[in-house]
């Protein structure tokens, strides 16, 4: 009979503990599902990146939408943007996440439709979410899965109705605020749709900026931006790594770009910048947060000179109550 006294001692003592870690996890649960998914920040970046003597050109990075029709909290801080006032504004894709989502990303965006603005899309512009084992982000090879069909004819006319140019696998040239901008983009690389060769080749060499845009920042299409002389490639695609550690970072990047690039501004080759965004949705089958809030992206572009480096500061946008969808 002692030795079940015991077992029975040791499993009463251990019970506050195991609470502890119960309460502790939904906590957690709570605080990535509820309040830092919908904690929206703008992040802040210079660059030096433009040919000598070119005005300063502001830029905002928009990705990874996955806008659902139901998300008024994000469509209300996105629609705050337009008062930024950018000279460019730059959307590399992901903006569905559900066949009936085109109008609310087209009402979230706005004012900033009449802006001068790109795209390309990505795989959730084309097919919608379905649900995933988590541990197969952790492949690369991993077989892929598509869902339902998305309108995304419907939300490239609507962007290009309103003025946007679809960079997919076309070189475009554009002067915004007195800058040259030639401009190149490759459909979504992640579901193998790029054709870097209906692009390639040195862009015009009297631009101020040569832009390269692609939603999955995979090194493959990196290297033939940088070789063919870009200045800058824009991604989004990886959500910053969406769950994250603290003193670690990013465990995956969904795509084949190293963990330390996951957001942010880096370095691609001898001369070429990158800038990830971390984006401003998730799938709606994995709706957390967690070290890696949503964000969008201004950019101030300035022209090269001796000692320039880049920065990252961020700002948040007024704070809207958290939701639950």
Same mark, same amino acid.
């Given at each position: 009979?002692?030795?079940?006294?015991?077992?029975?001692?040791?499993?009463?003592?251990?019970?506050?503990?195991?609470?502890?870690?119960?309460?502790?996890?939904?906590? !957690?649960?709570?605080?990535?599902?509820?309040?830092? %998914?919908? +904690? =929206? /920040?703008? *992040?802040?970046?210079?660059? @030096?990146?433009?040919?000598?003597?070119?005005?300063?050109?502001?830029?905002?990075?928009?990705?990874?939408?996955?806008?659902?029709?139901?998300?008024?909290?994000?469509?209300?801080?996105?629609?705050?943007?337009?008062?930024?006032?950018?000279?460019?504004?730059?959307?590399?894709?992901?903006?569905?996440?559900?066949?009936?989502?085109?109008?609310?990303?087209?009402?979230?965006?706005?004012?900033?439709?009449?802006?001068?603005?790109?795209?390309?899309?990505?795989?959730?512009?084309?097919?919608?979410?379905?649900?995933?084992?988590?541990?197969?982000?952790?492949?690369?090879?991993?077989?892929?899965?598509? !869902?339902?069909?998305?309108?995304?004819?419907?939300? %490239?006319? +609507? =962007? /290009?109705? *309103?003025?946007?140019?679809? @960079?997919?696998?076309?070189?475009?040239?554009?002067?915004?605020?007195?800058?040259?901008?030639?401009?190149?983009?490759?459909?979504?690389?992640?579901?193998?749709?790029?054709?870097?060769?209906?692009?390639?080749?040195?862009?015009?060499?009297?631009?101020?900026?040569?832009?390269?845009?692609?939603?999955?920042?995979?090194?493959?299409?990196?290297?033939?931006?940088?070789?063919?002389?870009?200045?800058?490639?824009?991604?989004?695609?990886?959500?910053?790594?969406?769950?994250?550690?603290?003193?670690?970072?990013?465990?995956?990047?969904?795509?084949?770009?190293?963990?330390?690039?996951?957001?942010?501004?880096?370095?691609?080759?001898?001369?070429?910048?990158?800038?990830?965004?971390?984006?401003?949705?998730?799938?709606?089958? @994995?709706?957390?947060?967690?070290?890696?809030?949503?964000?969008?992206?201004?950019?101030?572009?300035?022209?090269?000179?001796?000692?320039?480096?880049?920065?990252?500061?961020?700002?948040?946008?007024?704070?809207?109550?958290?939701?639950?969808?």
């Amino acid at each position: 009979m002692a030795h079940l006294d015991n077992a029975l001692a040791r499993r009463v003592a251990a019970a506050p503990a195991l609470g502890g870690l119960a309460g502790l996890a939904a906590a !957690g649960l709570f605080y990535s599902t509820v309040i830092e %998914r919908n +904690a =929206f /920040t703008l *992040r802040h970046n210079t660059l @030096a990146v433009l040919e000598p003597g070119a005005a300063p050109l502001r830029v905002l990075h928009i990705s990874d939408l996955h806008m659902m029709p139901n998300q008024r909290l994000k469509q209300a801080w996105v629609s705050e943007l337009e008062t930024l006032e950018p000279d460019l504004v730059i959307n590399t894709g992901d903006n569905l996440a559900h066949p009936q989502a085109v109008p609310s990303v087209i009402q979230s965006l706005g004012g900033l439709l009449s802006r001068p603005g790109l795209f390309v899309f990505g795989s959730n512009d084309y097919f919608g979410p379905k649900p995933k084992n988590p541990f197969q982000y952790f492949k690369t090879d991993h077989t892929r899965t598509f !869902g339902e069909p998305l309108p995304w004819q419907d939300l %490239r006319a +609507a =962007f /290009t109705e *309103r003025g946007w140019l679809d @960079a997919t696998h076309t070189v475009r040239e554009l002067e915004v605020g007195g800058v040259r901008v030639v401009a190149a983009g490759v459909d979504d690389p992640h579901i193998e749709r790029d054709r870097y060769e209906t692009v390639a080749g040195r862009p015009n060499p009297l631009a101020h900026l040569r832009l390269g845009l692609t939603h999955s920042p995979e090194p493959r299409v990196l290297d033939r931006f940088a070789a063919d002389g870009y200045d800058l490639v824009m991604a989004g695609h990886t959500h910053g790594g969406q769950l994250c550690l603290p003193f670690v970072g990013a465990l995956v990047t969904n795509c084949d770009l190293d963990r330390s690039r996951v957001k942010g501004v880096s370095s691609w080759g001898t001369s070429m910048k990158l800038h990830v965004s971390a984006g401003l949705g998730t799938s709606p089958y @994995a709706p957390a947060r967690f070290c890696c809030r949503p964000e969008a992206s201004l950019l101030t572009l300035t022209p090269v000179s001796h000692g320039d480096a880049a920065f990252d500061e961020d700002h948040s946008l007024p704070q809207l109550a958290s939701e639950t969808t």
